[in-house]
């Protein structure tokens, strides 16, 4: 009985490799192989105070040019909260204090908008994916202030990076000092369209890259006959360009390789541990793989046609809705489109139904 299951392999993290993994301990050494990013860094206290509170307060501020969140709204016939009578002086009452709490830091990120025009946020280790259901275009994209400060507070994964980022590392206890000094970051990323297809992580233990796994867990047809161009680009990449530079020689890295195939562009570092999403491997898997006794090459994994299913329910689903919804929401001939679809695939449903009680009766 004693070996029955096969234990757990171990997957030991330390303090200093989750710190290599902070945007800012790693964005200045690879410029032109990552995209523009700007850094925040430190945050003033009434930042994260702000982003710990409970509930979600947006600053409304006059002085620097109207939001889109509050331009159309206004005290009217038609929309009269209680909530308004609160506030006498004109101001909504939600916002009154929140911009105090940190008005340089709110300065300077309109004045990032202004420079840098659509952007995407992300705090020292972590981006806040789980949240884009809180903004119109159910993405990342942000195309204003408050854009940023939606997402930030309604993502757990910002919680977990302020809360929790070093609570599974083995020598955190013996380091306990790290904890009080750690210093967060707002990294706010010049937007681009990029292609979910064309991005991959690449798990490196050791020098050696063990596995590579698509990130957006869809098949696409026509990844597979590139597989062996994106190995190519990969093992020149890391080997030249990420291990001369980067502290560690475990680490998991997420890059973009758009067409015509010819670059790779770094995304992000995330330690070399159980928190950071295997996709389409297993840790037990990867803890296991020997480097240096890699059979043959390592496998770059694509999600195949017939195994779809298997990752329909994907991460952060329970915070998604489907595309054609999302669309719809915007588009009144869609939503008739998918009123339509619905309708008929009741019928069909129904139909089915039907059928299965008839054979049910003729088996009785
Ligand atoms: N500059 C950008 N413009 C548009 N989209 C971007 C940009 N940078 C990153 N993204 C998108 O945001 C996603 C998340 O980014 P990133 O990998 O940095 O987040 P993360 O929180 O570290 O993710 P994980 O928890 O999986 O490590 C990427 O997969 C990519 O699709
Ligand atoms: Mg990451």
């Known amino acids: 009985m004693a070996n029955e299951y096969a234990e757990l392999s171990e997957v030991r993290v330390s303090v200093q490799q989750v710190r290599n993994c902070a945007f800012s301990q790693w964005y200045p050494k690879f410029a032109g192989h990552t995209p523009q990013a700007k850094i925040i860094r430190p945050l003033p206290d009434g930042f994260l105070e702000y982003l710990e509170q409970d509930g979600i307060k947006l600053p409304n501020d006059s002085q620097f040019g109207k939001s889109s ?11 009269e909260y209680s909530d308004w009578e609160a506030s006498e002086d004109g101001e909504h009452p939600q916002g ?3 911009v105090q709490l940190f008005p340089e830091l709110h ?12 952007l995407t ?7 806040p994916k789980d949240a884009t259901w809180i903004l119109a275009n159910n993405t990342l994209k942000c195309t204003e202030v408050n854009d940023v400060y939606l997402l930030l507070k309604a993502s757990n994964y910002i919680t977990h990076d302020l809360d929790r980022a070093l609570t599974e590392c083995f020598d955190r206890s013996s380091t306990p000092e790290i904890d009080e000094h750690l210093q967060h970051e707002l990294v706010l990323r010049k ?19 063990i596995g590579v796994s698509q990130r957006d867990l869809n098949y696409y047809d026509y990844l597979d006959p590139l597989s062996e161009t ?10 030249d360009i990420v291990l001369p530079k980067f502290p560690d020689s475990s680490f998991v890295c997420d890059v973009y390789i758009p067409r015509p195939f010819e670059k790779v562009w770094l995304i992000d570092f995330n330690p070399f541990a159980r928190k950071t999403d295997s996709l389409l491997f297993s840790w037990n898997e990867l803890a ?7 059979e043959s090459d390592y496998e770059l994994r694509l999600v195949q046609e017939n195994n779809v299913a298997r990752f329909a329910s994907k991460e952060h689903s329970e915070n998604q809705v489907p595309k054609e919804v999302a669309d719809a929401i915007t588009n009144p001939k869609a939503i008739q489109e ?10 069909m449903q129904n139909a089915e139904d039907s059928s299965d009680d008839e054979s049910g009766e003729q088996n009785n």
């Open 107 to 118: 300065k300077e990120l309109k004045d990032t908008f202004r420079e840098m025009g659509p």
């Open 69 to 79: 969140y509050y331009a159309e709204i206004g005290n009217n016939e038609d929309n």
């Open 121 to 127: 946020p992300k705090l020292t280790w972590s981006s």
């Open 191 to 209: 937007w681009f369209d990029l292609n979910p297809a064309l991005e991959f992580r690449v798990f490196v233990k050791d020098s050696a890259i």
């Open 230 to 239: 994106f190995k190519d680009l990969l093992d020149e990449f890391i080997e």
């Open 338 to 347: 998918l009123a339509e679809k619905w309708g008929e695939l009741l019928k």
């Open 288 to 294: 296991t793989i020997d480097p240096y006794k890699l």
């Open 96 to 98: 009154q204090d929140v």
